[in-house]
């Protein structure tokens, strides 16, 4: 098989720099060893995040000139209400300026005191969204994926009989709704099948409860089903999207993934009462139905990024240029979460640093090694992010996410070459320690020193 390249060709391009090995360490010391308060032009390759930091297409600058921004009833409002409802299938739209706000929307209407809302992971805004109303929020992923190293083609599927045990401890008024996220995040960017998807539409079906979709990468999710679930390889990925989103009576997006725009989001409702709802909050936080957070011209980037992200030669690209890097990193030496996901490839740092306890943050401590080795940027998904209050949670991950359509094969490369260098060097890596911290969401402005 011939080498899998970049479906698509550079016309616009932003330097990147370099930086000195003893710049970086001054600028580490600077920003207390957190990678969220340096300039990311100190940054030479950025793998922080995969939101909003894609390349758009010429296709969507162009339509960013289109952008009709009259207040109410724009052209670029209809223009991506009718793409949502041909690729998805639903016929209510209503747009919102990114993930988060739609998760407010929703949380806030449904949530609150007593309620309980079950997840296979809630990403870490979902979960922040349903615990502000007041409801708790419950990860019922399988337990493969809960195990770094299983190997298992959909690790993000939610456990049924958990779900079942759930509702029957809890009872069924006060579930709300029964969530699932495609691709699974917080779990490793690991998929859901449409059987999976299926059967918990099934369960909702018997107790009579909602199914919604937080769909932020709903279609590198749909990629993975027609590779790897049986009966779905002759398929249109357009037809498996459409099956997801069939089985749902709502979704959360995040256009910031999936929809390759820079900023911009959905609410999916089928419900006429909740709709109702909605869409007065929507008036009263986000702006007026017809553009929500954002302007004319986000709404026609966003219609074209939506179709241009099914297609095929594009999702086979993303797909394989993600598993490049893990395949790679597994070469190394390192412990990945298997097998690698859709957007990022996520390191297992407790087995790379056994010198570093888990208070000490192993996984900031090869954060801060990968930057200061070759000035590359990931982020820390352990004990730094989710570990305030006393919790230690099961794994210490670094996450490299990979921005759409950004960097090229040689960058992976580059990257492949420091993290092999720091492998060979992982010793030297130096637990951190807390000397200033806020009360919630610590990992994006707690201040470290070395130990
Ligand atoms: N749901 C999932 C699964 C996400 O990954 C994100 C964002 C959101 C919801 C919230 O969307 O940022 O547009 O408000 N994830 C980003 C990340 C921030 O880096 O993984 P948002």
Redesign the pocket.
């Known amino acids: 098989m011939k080498t899998i390249i970049e479906p698509f060709r550079i016309k616009v391009v932003e330097p990147i720099r370099m930086t000195s090995r003893e710049e970086r360490e001054g600028i580490l010391r600077e920003a207390s060893y957190n990678l969220f308060l340096i300039k990311a032009e100190d940054v030479l390759i950025d793998l922080l995040?995969?939101?909003?930091t894609g390349a758009m297409s010429s296709q969507q600058w162009a339509g960013i000139m289109r952008g009709d921004e009259s207040y109410a009833g724009a052209r670029s409002w209809f223009v991506l209400k009718d793409t949502v409802s041909r690729l998805m299938g639903f016929e209510h739209v209503l747009p919102t300026h990114?993930?988060?706000?739609s998760?407010r929307i929703l949380f806030e209407l449904v949530g609150g005191p007593d309620k309980v809302v079950p997840n296979n992971n809630h990403?870490d805004?979902?979960r922040a969204n349903v615990e502000h109303s007041g409801a708790k929020a419950v990860d019922l992923v399988i337990s493969e994926g809960r195990q770094p190293a299983t190997i298992h083609p959909f690790k993000g599927n939610m456990d049924i009989e958990a779900l079942e045990a759930l509702i029957k401890d809890v009872g069924r008024e006060r579930i709300p709704l029964v969530m699932v996220?495609v691709t699974n995040?917080s779990g490793g960017g690991q998929p859901v099948s449409l059987a999976n998807l299926r059967a918990v539409r099934a369960v909702c079906d018997k107790h009579k409860l909602p199914l919604f979709l937080?769909a932020?990468?709903f279609a590198e999710n749909a990629y993975f089903i027609k590779m790897r679930e049986p009966g779905q390889q002759g398929r249109d990925v357009r037809d498996i999207v459409r099956d997801m989103f069939d089985l749902a009576d709502g979704a959360?997006i995040?256009a910031?993934?999936d929809g390759i725009v820079n900023i911009g989001?959905l609410l999916l409702l089928r419900d006429p009462e909740l709709i109702r709802k909605a869409d007065e909050l929507l008036i009263l936080t986000e702006g007026y139905l017809t553009y929500g957070g954002m302007a004319g011209r986000d709404l026609e980037a966003m219609a074209q990024g939506f179709e241009e992200v099914v297609h095929e030669d594009y999702l086979q690209y993303r797909l394989r240029s993600t598993e490049y890097l893990g395949d790679a990193l597994r070469k190394i030496g390192m412990q990945i979460v298997e097998p690698p996901g859709g957007h990022a490839v996520y390191v297992d740092a407790k087995t790379l640093c056994p010198h570093i306890p888990q208070a000490q943050f192993p996984g900031q401590a090869l954060v801060v090694g990968l930057y200061r080795f070759a000035g590359i940027r990931t982020v820390e998904i352990g004990s730094v992010m989710f570990g305030g209050g006393g919790t230690v949670p099961a794994m210490e991950l670094v996450r490299l996410?990979i921005p759409r359509r950004v960097y090229t094969q040689s960058h992976i490369d580059y990257v492949i070459e420091a993290a092999a260098e720091l492998y060979k060097e992982r010793e030297s890596l130096r637990g951190l320690e807390i000397v200033e911290s806020p009360p919630t969401l610590r990992h994006f402005t707690a201040r470290f020193k070395e130990v």
């Open positions: 995040t995969d939101s909003g990114q993930g988060r706000a998760e990403f805004t979902t996220t995040n937080d932020c990468r959360t995040s910031k993934k989001g996410a």
